[in-house]
């Protein structure tokens, strides 16, 4: 019986402090950035997007023109493809500060832009 009652309050403890963990995470893992860029003509806009470090990002990406864009960053490890006239949601990491480059797959030459988290 004994043995039981230690392994139950073991067991609570354990229970508590992973309950204390998850609620001591910074307000910003809950939270992600929200940001919103367009594709029109083949380009982005905003081409530079500025976000904050350490916090998860959903990126919204709206696509104006008629033709299927994929969206890539192989430093972000994203790769979405977005129909024409459509949008869709692309949801990043919390990034360290630095500069990340993304571009439309099938337009490489004019779509082109930075993620910067700063």
């Known amino acids: 019986m004994l043995h039981a009652l230690s392994t139950r309050g073991l067991i609570a403890i354990a229970l508590a402090a992973a ?13 992600p950035t929200e940001i919103t860029i367009e594709i029109k003509d083949h ?3 905003p081409a530079e997007i500025k976000v904050p470090a350490d916090t998860p990002i959903k990126l919204t990406v709206k696509n104006a023109d008629a033709s299927a864009e994929e969206f890539e960053s192989h430093p972000l490890g994203v790769e ?4 024409g006239n459509s949008e869709a949601t692309v949801r990043i990491r919390a990034l360290s500060k630095g500069t990340y480059k993304f571009v ?10 930075t993620l910067v988290a700063e």
């Open 19 to 31: 309950a204390a963990a998850v609620t001591s995470l910074p307000a910003s893992a809950a939270n």
């Open 43 to 45: 380009k982005f806009s």
């Open 80 to 83: 979405k493809v977005i129909a």
């Open 104 to 113: 439309g797959e099938y337009h490489e030459d004019t779509a082109k832009g």
